[in-house]
């Protein structure tokens, strides 16, 4: 085996896979490693018909070809990446391989990814009840990757992650908002939009689980609703430590409460002259008024905002907002 064989973009030589064997492959090709591994040529693989170095040795060409070129890693690498074998003659077909290579790990490790995976016990798509899980073990559950924190033995997802805290997220769990600057979420898998739709609480079972009913209650017993943020803002829910209203209570918001559009309470004073002769001068008596209606014929009316002369035209609506911008938001599930 060309052992002398080093790239030119590791730290250190690549991993080698000893006498890895196979029985009865067939004249199709097949992929090595029960993980997938991309190796660089012929230089980098021997194939035998006994384990330590014995038996017949296989010619590339004649006896094998190396198929299934890996582009990626072919891009990354600078050079071509193959993941596959495929056996010519016949006799080879039949019966035990033993195959050693150098394994291509990736653009900027040296170890073999057969061997990155056992070290951390990744089981893709795996999760199941009543299952022993080692602390360590990395599963992707619908959409998001999780590490195991402890060892235990399943019961409930939700519950052995939301109560016993056994698993970790590593990338957003359900429940987690974003916003999207996208008018449809097609082709964003694992997300939806944030627009009050009732759900199957069985088919969503890990988001209902950190939702509950706090968005809505669905149909009651079968669904339950997301949030809508459809033309509204979101708000820290709790009590605030730092702020306090102007009555002096702190501002608080519940989680899931969907609040109106308002205006503090208060009132507008005017102070007018009650004297007649407005040429002379003299002293003048004042009185206070409160508005709180106004009537076609009444002396003194209330008319809408204008400039104070300083600080611009006010702006009015249908209702009070900050200046904003339109934008999406999404839940993962």
Known sequence: MAKETLYDFKLDSPAEIIDELYSNVGASAFILGTVKRAFKGSTDVVIRTAAGGGGDLLIEG?????????????????????????????????????????????????????????????????????????????????????????????????????????????????????????????????????????LSRTTYADLFAVLNTVFGTGDGSTTFNIPDFRGIFPRGAGTSAKLSRANGAAFACTLGNYDNDKMQGHRHSSTVNSGSNTNAAGTYSTMTLNFYSVATNNAVAVTDPSSNGSHGTPRTGVETNPANLGINFMIKY
């Open 62 to 198: 004649t006896d094998y070809n190396i198929v299934n070129e890996d582009f990626e890693y072919t891009e990354l690498c600078g050079y071509h990446v193959y993941t596959g074998i495929q056996i010519l003659t016949t006799g080879y077909q039949t019966g035990d391989l033993y195959i050693s290579y150098l394994c291509v790990g990736s653009y900027t490790t040296v170890a073999s990814l057969n061997a990155l995976f056992a070290q951390l016990s990744i089981i893709a798509n795996t999760w199941a009840t009543s299952t022993y899980y080692a602390a360590g073990t990395i599963i992707k559950r619908n959409y998001t990757m999780w590490m195991c924190e402890t060892s235990h033995t399943s019961g409930t997802f939700a519950t052995d992650w939301l109560t016993n805290g056994y698993w970790s997220p590593l990338s957003p769990p359900p429940g987690s908002i974003m916003m999207l600057g996208k008018s449809a979420i097609a082709g964003i898998t694992g997300w939806l939009l944030c627009d009050n739709s009732a």
